[in-house]
T-cell receptor, first 116, second 114 residues
Framework: AQSVAQPEDQVNVAEGNPLTVKCTYS??????LFWYVQYPNRGLQFLLK??????LVKGSYGFEAEFNKSQTSFHLKKPSALVSDSALYFC??????????????FGKGTRLSVIA | DAGVTQSPTHLIKTRGQHVTLRCSPI?????VSWYQQVLGQGPQFIFQ???????GRGNFPDRFSARQFPNYSSELNVNALLLGDSALYLC?????????????FGPGTRLTVT
């Protein structure tokens, strides 16, 4: 069964500094990986996904993520953090071995706090 | 275009009662999934529907049921509510069931069971 680990409950970064939110995964086949962000009292917003191809994926709001198959990681990055990036971030994986019927499996989430 | 909509926004119920949550997907999206998000945790998969057929079920008791209508909207029903059912219930839609499709989430329904 697939699983996702987000090892940090909280990440603090100063505004303007680069940020990284970590994610590792476990899946039997080639993974489909996703990042979502959740603002208070809101649903999840899609940021980016890795399906195949280039290991560096660019997404919304200046975020990018790097897929590393040997380390089974898919870390979320941004070169320069904004206070408005403060939110809860979720990594998710889908195992494609069951066609499209396999649901997204989410990590526990990482709370990002960007300090002005 | 309107995103995924859910109703109601908030709901307070008593243990043992029944609740129905509703979801309207993005126009053109035929697949709807339901997730439960308990405070401090990531969303947990409950159901997936596509073209009115159940395509997947998570590890939830039979008190949880769902259905999808011809217009692709969906309902999630929970019977005999327990305190532990208190959570944010999220609905998500995507165009089809291809694995590369991302899901688009609604704002959720906050259910409180007292």
């Amino acid at each position: 069964a697939q699983s996702v680990a987000q090892p940090e409950d909280q990440v603090n970064v100063a505004e303007g500094n680069p940020l990284t939110v970590k994610c590792t995964y476990s899946v039997s086949g080639n993974p489909y990986l996703f990042w979502y962000v959740q603002y208070p009292n809101r649903g999840l917003q899609f940021l980016l996904k890795y399906i195949t191809g280039d290991n560096l994926v660019k997404g919304s709001y200046g975020f990018e993520a790097e897929f590393n198959k040997s380390q089974t990681s898919f870390h979320l990055k941004k070169p320069s953090a904004l206070v408005s990036d403060s939110a809860l971030y979720f990594c998710a994986v889908r195992d494609p071995s069951n066609s499209g019927n396999t649901p997204l499996v989410f990590g526990k989430g990482t709370r990002l706090s960007v300090i002005a | 275009d309107a995103g995924v909509t859910q109703s109601p926004t908030h709901l307070i119920k008593t243990r043992g009662q029944h609740v129905t949550l509703r979801c309207s997907p993005i126009s053109g999206h035929k697949s709807v999934s339901w997730y439960q998000q308990v405070l401090g945790q990531g969303p947990q998969f409950i159901f997936q529907y596509y073209e009115k057929e159940e395509r997947g079920r998570g590890n939830f008791p039979d008190r949880f049921s769902a259905r999808q209508f011809p217009n692709y909207s969906s309902e999630l029903n929970v019977n005999a509510l327990l305190l532990g059912d208190s959570a944010l219930y999220l609905c998500a839609s995507r165009p089809g069931t291809q694995v590369y499709y991302e899901q688009y989430f609604g704002p959720g329904t906050r259910l409180t069971v007292t």
